[in-house]
Nanobody, 120 residues
Framework: QVQLVESGGGLVQPGGSLRLSCAAS????????MGWYRQAPGKQRELVAR???????NYADSVKGRFTISRDNARNTMYLQMNSLKPEDTAVYYC??????????????WGQGTQVTVSS
């Protein structure tokens, strides 16, 4: 079994910054793609950014130039640095990871989510 735990959410004023972390633990052989998703009230969950084990990165157009995704493969941890935050960035942010366990079985895992609120 694998667990993903997000941290770093909170309340921030427009223009401010936050850094989210996602730590994976459990029966992990290798983590392939990791990603951040978000879901605002009344909206569908959407991809924010994702990063492969080799460092290939994709961003949603709405966050390009403001958010930076990174990962520490040795610590099985992923980060999202969010700068120049806007009220429309308000959402619950979820971590997702494609994990191969010690039995060579691969599946997706999701974290429980962390709330990010951008408001004055």
């Amino acid at each position: 079994q694998v667990q993903l735990v997000e941290s770093g959410g909170g309340l921030v004023q427009p223009g401010g910054s936050l850094r989210l972390s996602c730590a994976a633990s459990g029966s992990i052989f290798r983590i392939n793609v990791m990603g951040w998703y978000r879901q605002a009230p009344g909206k569908q969950r959407e991809l924010v950014a994702r990063i492969t084990s080799g460092g290939i990165i994709n961003y949603a157009d709405s966050v390009k130039g403001r958010f930076t995704i990174s990962r520490d493969n040795a610590r099985n941890t992923m980060y999202l640095q969010m700068n120049s935050l806007k009220p429309e960035d308000t959402a619950v942010y979820y971590c997702r990871a494609d994990v191969m366990d010690d039995f060579a079985y691969t599946r997706d895992y999701w974290g429980q989510g962390t709330q990010v609120t951008v408001s004055s």
